[in-house]
């Protein structure tokens, strides 16, 4: 099984039946909104990272999926449909153009 699956399945079994002092079951009694400042969070350790040396940036990426996946249980979104999308861009091209510069989001 793949890393990712695993942990996914893991995460999903703990939202299906929590456990007294878990992080993740704490996560999901806190609710979307915790979920998404951890995800937000991580994703500015991320960036940080990034600009420091490799391992931080490991860490912090592995912080960043995981919230992610726990993001992804908590709104029923299974990994497999992820997969399915990222399949379905393998091979396309997208120019530059067709993208939003930052400052116009």
Known sequence: ????????????QRKNE????SYTT???EKGLDKILKKVGEETT???????????ELISETADLT?????????????????EEELE???????TTKDR?????L
């Open 1 to 12: 099984m793949k890393m990712l699956t695993k942990l996914y399945a893991e995460i999903e």
């Open 18 to 21: 929590p456990k007294e002092g």
């Open 26 to 28: 704490y996560l999901f």
């Open 45 to 55: 350790e991320v960036v940080i990272a990034a600009k420091n040396e490799n391992q």
């Open 66 to 82: 995981y919230h992610l996946l726990v993001l992804l249980v908590e709104k029923g979104i299974p990994l497999s449909v992820i």
């Open 88 to 94: 379905g861009r393998v091979g396309k091209i997208s």
């Open 100 to 104: 939003s510069e930052i400052t116009d």
